[in-house]
């Protein structure tokens, strides 16, 4: 009972100071000049507007629910002074600012944007310059970071930050976010039931995407492009990642996505072209590989040791230098009615699957596994003769790796069920 009035009485606060709410503008032609002051000033529920110009403020701290708006996208100058805004309060809303010039550190973590220990708290249509880290959200809940731009100038890995790094919290939303010239364009620690949906981070010096103990999280309709290393997915556990884009992650140890000890997964309806590696699997279980378009990579699929029990089926392998590469004799995993641009086989009957298995490990790429510099016969005659011989008789490879029943024509990746 006690509980009861507690809750009722904090609603009629909150709503108390809805009703109450003020708003305030700051300005160079304003009474107030400085978005501290219109801060101090403020009560809670309150509105903050602030107009064009430029204000050099270091580490403005929001220790109230408010929400901040800026018109016309003015310039918050943190002045290389720590962080640019600091959160530290639930329920509040930062939009539309342009915040230039954090602090850089070997020791600390600064951001332009701090969230900490907040609660239902919005940072959305922002525009980050010059930032060491963009947003940094800590220990913080139900909170949303949506169409933000953070655009770095990254030389290294040592003197650069991730432009939207989250770090034990839960039920977030990001998306349609831009992050470029970054560490890392999103890096997630212990961030769990959250949601990655519609953003484009390319041309970062790390990874595109970067999440380790991180489970139950939904990555939906991403673009990936061109940054150094690709994404890395560790540590993790029922991942669900649909209709992404993985493109031209190249070098020679990039990948469009790297998985490391993952337990169970869905890997639906995304497209991997033009990576070193479509998909690099080391100790990652119980994942369904479905709908995938591998176009044009170096290795479509490239299985390292301890991946059992996963399910390869209903995806088109098409034009890579190798489709499948695999790590030891033995073959845990499921391939049934993909599409195999190097499918040479029949189908009498006209049902579109082929009449005669095909196995997709060339003995070449298990040569290669053991001496990586063999690569650069991967064209040559010998080349076609081994692989030829191991077709027929197999020996190095997994005998029972065959996807029994290959598709005549490419899956239709919108038609998925």
């Known amino acids: 009972m006690r509980l009861r009035i507690q809750k009722l009485l904090a609603i009629l606060l909150l709503?108390?100071?809805?009703?109450?709410?003020t708003s305030r503008v700051v300005g160079p032609q304003e009474k107030i000049k400085t978005i501290a002051?219109?801060?101090?000033?403020?009560?809670?529920?309150?509105?903050?507007?602030?107009?064009p110009g430029t204000y050099q403020e270091e580490t403005i701290y929001i220790d109230k629910p408010m929400v901040i708006i800026g018109r016309g996208y003015p310039v918050i100058d943190g002045m290389n002074k720590g962080y640019v805004?600091?959160?530290?309060?639930?329920?509040?809303?930062?939009?539309?600012?342009l915040l230039i010039n954090v602090q850089k550190s070997y020791t600390k973590a600064y951001a332009a944007i701090h969230v900490y220990g907040s609660k239902y708290f919005v940072i959305e249509g922002n525009k980050l310059r010059n930032s060491f880290f963009g947003i940094l959200v800590e220990r913080s809940k139900d909170g949303i970071i949506h169409g933000n731009t953070v655009m770095g100038n990254a030389v290294t890995e040592q003197s650069s930050g991730n432009g939207i790094h989250a770090w034990h919290s839960d039920?977030?939303?990001?998306?349609?976010n831009h992050v470029e010239g970054m560490r890392d364009g999103i890096y997630l620690e212990f961030v769990n039931n959250s949601k990655i949906i519609g953003n484009v981070s390319r041309n970062n010096i790390r990874y595109g995407l970067h999440f380790m103990f991180s489970n139950d999280d939904l990555y939906l309709k991403n673009r990936f492009e061109n940054n150094g290393a690709g994404v890395a997915v560790m540590f993790s556990k029922r991942i669900d990642m649909r209709e992404n884009e993985f493109m031209l992650n190249w070098g020679s140890a990039s990948y469009g996505l790297l998985l490391k000890e993952i337990l169970e997964g869905e890997i639906v309806g995304n497209t991997f072209n033009k990576n070193t590696i479509g998909i690099s699997a080391d100790g990652a279980s119980k994942i369904s590989f479905s709908h995938n378009n591998f176009d044009n990579n170096g290795w479509a699929i490239r299985f390292h040791g301890a991946c059992y029990d996963n399910n390869i089926v209903n995806n088109n392998f098409r034009h890579n230098a190798l489709d499948i590469s695999y790590k030891g004799p033995m073959n845990g995993n499921i391939f049934d009615q993909n599409y195999w641009s190097e499918y040479a086989g029949y189908d009498l009957d006209k049902n579109n699957v082929g009449d005669v298995p095909y196995r997709p490990v060339k003995l070449f790429s298990y040569v290669v596994n053991k001496t990586p510099e063999t690569i650069i016969l991967l064209r040559s005659l010998f080349v076609d003769i081994i692989n030829f011989s191991e077709k027929v008789s197999p020996i190095m490879t997994?005998?029972?790796?065959?996807?029994?029943?290959?598709?005549?024509k490419p899956v239709k990746i919108n038609d998925r069920s």
């Open 171 to 176: 039920r977030l939303t990001i998306s349609n």
């Open 37 to 51: 002051e219109a801060l101090a000033i403020s009560a809670p529920g309150d509105t903050v507007f602030i107009q």
């Open 85 to 97: 805004l600091e959160v530290r309060s639930d329920s509040v809303t930062v939009k539309g600012l």
């Open 15 to 21: 709503f108390s100071g809805v009703l109450s709410a």
């Open 398 to 408: 997994p005998d029972n790796l065959k996807d029994n029943r290959p598709l005549m």
